[in-house]
Nanobody, 131 residues
Framework: QVQLVESGGGQVQAGGSLKLSCAAS????????TAWFRQAPEKEREFVAA?????????????KGRFAISGDAGTSGDNTYNTVILEMNGLKPTDTGTYYC???????????????????WGPGTQVAVSS
């Protein structure tokens, strides 16, 4: 059973920064696509960013130029990700929501932004941006 755990959420003022981390049980990020989604109150869950096992990033238009996703191989020594990080800069009140980490075996590019294509999800971490 794959388990994902997010950390790093919090409350910041507009223009501030946060760094979210997603840690997986076992080194599963090799051959996996890992993504961040977010859900604001009373809204549908939406795609934020993803990274393929090969390290290619994808971003929602709303966060391009402000957010950066990366895989941290830690001390594994074999380029398998232990943690996927989402660095968020220039935060806006519209970025407020619960941020979820999701992962699944390498997905085709056309499916990367789809909530339904990810089998494994973390419990989420809260991000609140005040104006």
């Amino acid at each position: 059973q794959v388990q994902l755990v997010e950390s790093g959420g919090g409350q910041v003022q507009a223009g501030g920064s946060l760094k979210l981390s997603c840690a997986a049980s076992g080194q599963i990020f090799n051959r996996f696509t890992t993504a961040w989604f977010r859900q604001a109150p009373e809204k549908e869950r939406e795609f934020v960013a993803a990274i393929t096992w090969g390290g290619r990033p994808y971003y929602a238009d709303s966060v391009k130029g402000r957010f950066a996703i990366s895989g941290d191989a830690g001390t594994s020594g074999d380029n398998t990700y232990n943690t996927v990080i989402l660095e968020m800069n220039g935060l806006k009140p519209t970025d407020t929501g619960t941020y979820y980490c999701a992962a699944d075996l390498s997905l085709p590019a056309g499916d990367i932004t789809s909530v339904a294509r990810y089998r494994y999800w973390g419990p989420g971490t809260q991000v609140a941006v005040s104006s």
